[in-house]
């Protein structure tokens, strides 16, 4: 989907959406009190114009706070329109979120629920709109042969390709790829030359090349350089594409040190709108499943208890985001003092060190619902790769590829792995290739997806023990 082409557009953008939801917010009072107004009666505290315009500045300002923060002026131009009217949607929803809350703590403005629920809706239908509205003028215009960019790319591996596929699958942003150069695939009909090749086909072009994407990989840093340099010479404009998709990719961005261009290639997840939702969700979610829980937990306690001598809970170190260590609580499923004589031993199928209610709690998982308080106190989260052992960490990090990885992300209760079948005593290679599907594509819609996957799936398992 089109998004913004400059820091310009996107300002523009966003000056027209404040003024697009100020003008939903009087189209919606006009609608409840002049068109609908015999259903419901409209009550007399509800009527008076001047004090909903009253209200208007905040109703923008909470807007623009949160629709800036959401992400829903970030310049990626390939969105598809599916996820731009969910982007807008979300956006509007917790702004009506927070202007409620808002609403509710002063008493002294009664609002027209009707009038808040017809904002809802025109809000998010006349910003969807005036986003369509471009999309279709400047794809128009693109079909028109207007606004196009004519790009060559230095390189035809796996990055060039990706990059030209991305730019056909978008025709609106306007990027035509006359071809390609590359060092090792002459034989194929759009490599019009070798790298050498670039600044005479710069020069020679029948019309004028606007971009030059370099998409080499690390190791031709000399060539990289070479053209460069060359290429400073032309009005070309030129564009460094790193091919790393060879190499994993953990929360990868740009930022930059007086001046200095830094890329992020693996790096824990930044501090965002989405992230600071997920650890509220966390937080509110424990608390409410401890409270509504705590009578059988509290039965499971007993049954413990009862079971066997020593305490209820087993606190067990465990490693989470970037390798910050934390007692993982459960309650206690194996004896006291079940590992004095073996060490660490990972549990496997047939385990004979657990009591008879230990087995039962490990087989229904009802053992992991002390770790909602670990998620309290922002040890865990309620969804991430599996928090593991150091002893054993010690162990696995040498010998699978990538498995620190798995530490870019808070660890969690249930993660994406696990509702996929990998736990227990299962292929660790599986598992880490799941932990960083989720790292890679986290979104807080995938959590609620794991969520409601471990609802139906995630409790009992035959690889449970």
Not at 27 to 55: H, I, K, N, Q
Not at 104 to 121: E, G, P
Not at 221 to 250: F, Q, Y
Not at 278 to 297: G, H, Q, T
Request: aromatic share 10%; glycine share 6%.
């Amino acid at each position: 989907m089109l998004q913004e082409q400059s820091r310009l557009f996107q300002q523009l953008l966003f000056a027209t959406d404040m003024v697009v939801t100020g003008l939903c917010w009087i189209a919606a009072y006009f609608l409840r009190f002049e068109v609908l107004d015999t259903w419901p009666r409209a009550l007399p505290e509800w009527l008076p114009l001047s004090r909903y315009l009253a209200f208007l500045p905040w109703i923008v300002i909470v807007a623009a706070a949160v629709f800036w923060a959401s992400g829903l002026y970030e310049p990626n131009r390939a969105q598809r329109l599916i996820r731009l009217v969910f982007s807008v949607g979300k956006a509007v929803g917790i702004s009506l979120i927070v202007l409620m809350a808002f609403f509710s703590m002063y008493r002294d403005f009664y609002v027209s629920r009707l009038t808040i629920i017809l904002f809802a809706m025109l809000t998010p239908l006349a910003m969807t709109a005036l986003r369509l509205v471009l999309y279709v003028l400047v794809r128009r215009a693109r079909k028109q042969g207007r606004y196009v960019r004519r790009v060559l790319i230095v390189g035809a591996g796996m990055a060039g390709r990706r990059l030209a596929q991305s730019f056909e699958a978008y025709p609106w942003m306007g990027l035509s790829v006359v071809g390609f150069v590359d060092d090792h695939k002459g034989d194929e009909a759009d490599v019009l030359g070798t790298t050498k090749d670039t600044v005479r086909l710069v020069d020679e072009a029948e019309a004028p090349i606007d971009y030059v994407y370099i998409a080499l990989p690390l190791a031709a840093a000399k060539r990289i350089e070479m053209l460069l340099g060359e290429l400073s010479t032309r009005l070309v404009h030129v564009c460094l594409v790193p091919d790393l998709l060879h190499h994993d990719i953990i929360n990868s961005r740009i930022s930059e040190v007086d001046g200095i261009p830094i890329l992020h290639i693996m790096d824990e997840a930044p501090v965002t709108f989405g992230r600071v939702a997920k650890r509220v969700i966390d937080v509110v979610f424990s608390a409410v499943f401890l409270a509504v829980l705590l009578p059988l937990m509290l039965v499971i306690a007993l049954a413990v208890r009862l079971s066997s001598p020593g305490p209820v809970l087993y606190r067990q170190e465990r490693m989470s985001l970037n390798g910050y260590r934390f007692h993982m609580l459960k309650f206690r499923s194996m004896p006291l003092n079940a590992e004095a004589g073996t060490g660490a031993v990972w549990a496997k199928k047939g385990e004979s060190r657990a009591t008879p209610v230990g087995r039962v709690l490990r087989r229904t998982s009802l053992d992991e619902l002390p770790q909602f308080i670990n998620v309290l106190k922002g040890d865990m989260s309620i969804v991430g790769p599996r928090p593991e052992r150091p002893v054993f960490i010690d162990q696995f990090k040498s010998r699978i590829p990538r498995y620190m990885l798995r530490h870019k992300m808070k660890a969690g209760i249930t993660g994406w792995a696990q509702v996929n079948g990998w736990r227990g005593n299962t292929s660790l290679e599986k598992r880490i290739q799941h932990d960083l599907y989720y790292i890679q594509n986290w979104s807080l819609a995938l959590d609620f997806k794991i969520m409601l996957l471990t609802m139906w799936r995630g409790f009992v398992h035959r690889h449970a023990y």
